[in-house]
């Protein structure tokens, strides 16, 4: 049977296009096509297609700031039925190499074959972090710069809305032994664990839809890839769950809010050790005083 497909149509200006393109792939779009002041994507039609809508009308309307009276248009959805589209949207996803020690790669495709290098094997479309976002390959190259530099042997670590469970999985393929992963819809938890047992680390990572303020224990490495409102809102309970001498990686920030976020956390517990800056997004790595 053919398979349905969505595609979205939005105006922009041509200074937003690689922006909007660039999160709607990480979203899952195997196909973006550019025009002069529109950008066309094009999802296979999700369980959760309510979601999806949310997710970009949300996008559009924190990136105004960037990009004034961007999203005040009516966004266009229109339902496709084309056969050739089911296998034609993969030549759109090629692996990604990511810091020192990461492959990112789909299914269908084997990475090049390097020693030194771990391979994420993660399937897109449905939940998000496919590795293409400049937030998540920060957060990535962050990650794998904390994990080495830690001396413990056990080396634990959250993931606070983890998505396609990339960052987690991540987590597991650079040496930590004991990941929590955490994410409050069902379908991305649903995909996280397929991602998880297609990587084989399942035995270092646990997903859960418990809240963060369920969570009782800390531990050595925080990620939140998530938006500046969002992290705002949990900060209190961020900061508790990272451990004396701990990390924080914070991504999902439009640059003009990354000060906002920053002074959420307490001077006198946190100090900023790096922060990344690619386009329009912010990465910060904070660290817990002992």
């Not at 973006?32 to 296979?44: G, I, N, Y």
């Not at 990136?63 to 248009?73: A, F, K, M, S, V």
């Not at 508790?240 to 906002?260: C, H, Q, R």
């Given at each position: 049977m053919p398979v349905s497909w969505l595609q979205l149509s939005l105006k922009a200006p041509p200074s937003a296009l690689d922006t909007i393109s660039n999160f709607?792939?990480?979203?899952?779009?195997?196909?973006?096509?550019?025009k002069r002041d529109e950008v066309q994507a094009f999802f296979a039609r999700p369980a959760r297609t309510v979601t999806l809508k949310r997710d970009i009308q949300r996008f559009l309307i924190e990136i105004r700031e960037i990009y004034p009276r961007i999203g005040e248009q009516p966004l266009r959805w229109t339902i496709l039925k084309d056969r050739n589209w089911n296998s034609s949207w993969r030549r759109f996803f090629s692996p990604q190499k990511v810091g020192k020690s990461l492959w990112i790669t789909p299914p269908w495709l084997k990475p090049p074959q390097f020693k030194r290098r771990q391979v994420i094997t993660i399937e897109p479309g449905m939940a998000f972090g496919t590795g293409t976002h400049s937030t998540t390959r920060s957060c990535l190259e962050f990650l794998e710069d904390v994990v080495t530099s830690l001396t413990q042997k056990n080396i634990t670590a959250l993931d606070v809305g983890?998505?396609?469970?990339i960052l987690a999985?991540?987590?597991?393929?650079?040496?930590?032994?004991?990941?929590?992963?955490?994410?409050?819809?069902?379908?991305?938890?649903?995909?996280?664990?397929?991602?998880?047992?297609?990587?084989?680390?399942?035995?270092?990572?646990?997903l859960s839809k418990f809240a963060l303020e369920q969570v009782k224990e800390s531990f050595a490495v925080v990620v939140a890839n998530l938006t500046a409102e969002t992290i705002i809102d949990l900060a209190s309970e961020l900061q508790k769950k990272v451990s004396p001498?701990?990390?924080?990686?914070?991504?999902?920030?439009?640059?003009?809010?990354?000060?906002?976020?920053l002074r959420e956390f307490s001077p006198h517990a946190f100090v900023l050790v790096r922060q990344k800056r690619q386009k329009e997004w912010a990465t910060l790595l904070l660290g817990k005083k002992g």
């Amino acid at each position: 049977m053919p398979v349905s497909w969505l595609q979205l149509s939005l105006k922009a200006p041509p200074s937003a296009l690689d922006t909007i393109s660039n999160f709607l792939i990480e979203l899952g779009s195997p196909g973006v096509v550019l025009k002069r002041d529109e950008v066309q994507a094009f999802f296979a039609r999700p369980a959760r297609t309510v979601t999806l809508k949310r997710d970009i009308q949300r996008f559009l309307i924190e990136i105004r700031e960037i990009y004034p009276r961007i999203g005040e248009q009516p966004l266009r959805w229109t339902i496709l039925k084309d056969r050739n589209w089911n296998s034609s949207w993969r030549r759109f996803f090629s692996p990604q190499k990511v810091g020192k020690s990461l492959w990112i790669t789909p299914p269908w495709l084997k990475p090049p074959q390097f020693k030194r290098r771990q391979v994420i094997t993660i399937e897109p479309g449905m939940a998000f972090g496919t590795g293409t976002h400049s937030t998540t390959r920060s957060c990535l190259e962050f990650l794998e710069d904390v994990v080495t530099s830690l001396t413990q042997k056990n080396i634990t670590a959250l993931d606070v809305g983890t998505g396609s469970g990339i960052l987690a999985i991540a987590l597991a393929k650079m040496g930590a032994t004991k990941i929590l992963a955490l994410d409050n819809d069902p379908i991305a938890l649903e995909v996280a664990r397929l991602n998880v047992r297609r990587n084989r680390v399942g035995r270092a990572v646990r997903l859960s839809k418990f809240a963060l303020e369920q969570v009782k224990e800390s531990f050595a490495v925080v990620v939140a890839n998530l938006t500046a409102e969002t992290i705002i809102d949990l900060a209190s309970e961020l900061q508790k769950k990272v451990s004396p001498e701990g990390y924080l990686v914070l991504s999902g920030i439009l640059e003009p809010k990354a000060g906002d976020v920053l002074r959420e956390f307490s001077p006198h517990a946190f100090v900023l050790v790096r922060q990344k800056r690619q386009k329009e997004w912010a990465t910060l790595l904070l660290g817990k005083k002992g």
